[in-house]
Nanobody, 116 residues
Framework: QVQLVESGGGLVQPGESLRLSCAASGFTFGYAAMNWYRQAPGKERELVAT????????NYADSVKGRFTISRDNAKNTVYLQMNSLKPEDTAVYYCNTEYFGRSYWGKGTLVTVSS
């Protein structure tokens, strides 16, 4: 079965960096576009970044452009989110997601807290 397992979250101060990882299994990773979403307390889940299956194209929410970078290693079945210059408003649970043969799959999320 499809599994997505996020890791790398934690507590950081404003301006610091974190790298999130999402280990995927149960499907042909190289065939699937991958997404990172986040959900802040009291807010709706929002799309943060997307990467195509061949990593030929990436897209970002305006709020993270220039600070976050999504990448993937198809040999390791892993997608990453490098987050730099973190702000308190980046505090959220970050989720890995893929749409595969018409179904949407989610990880359980990893918490990122940005606070001084």
């Amino acid at each position: 079965q499809v599994q997505l397992v996020e890791s790398g979250g934690g507590l950081v101060q404003p301006g610091e960096s974190l790298r999130l990882s999402c280990a995927a299994s149960g499907f042909t990773f190289g065939y699937a576009a991958m997404n990172w979403y986040r959900q802040a307390p009291g807010k709706e889940r929002e799309l943060v970044a997307t990467i195509t299956r061949a990593a030929g194209s990436t897209n970002y929410a305006d709020s993270v452009k220039g600070r976050f970078t999504i990448s993937r290693d198809n040999a390791k079945n892993t997608v990453y989110l490098q987050m730099n210059s973190l702000k308190p408003e980046d505090t959220a649970v970050y989720y890995c997601n893929t749409e595969y043969f018409g179904r949407s799959y989610w990880g359980k999320g990893t918490l990122v807290t940005v606070s001084s």
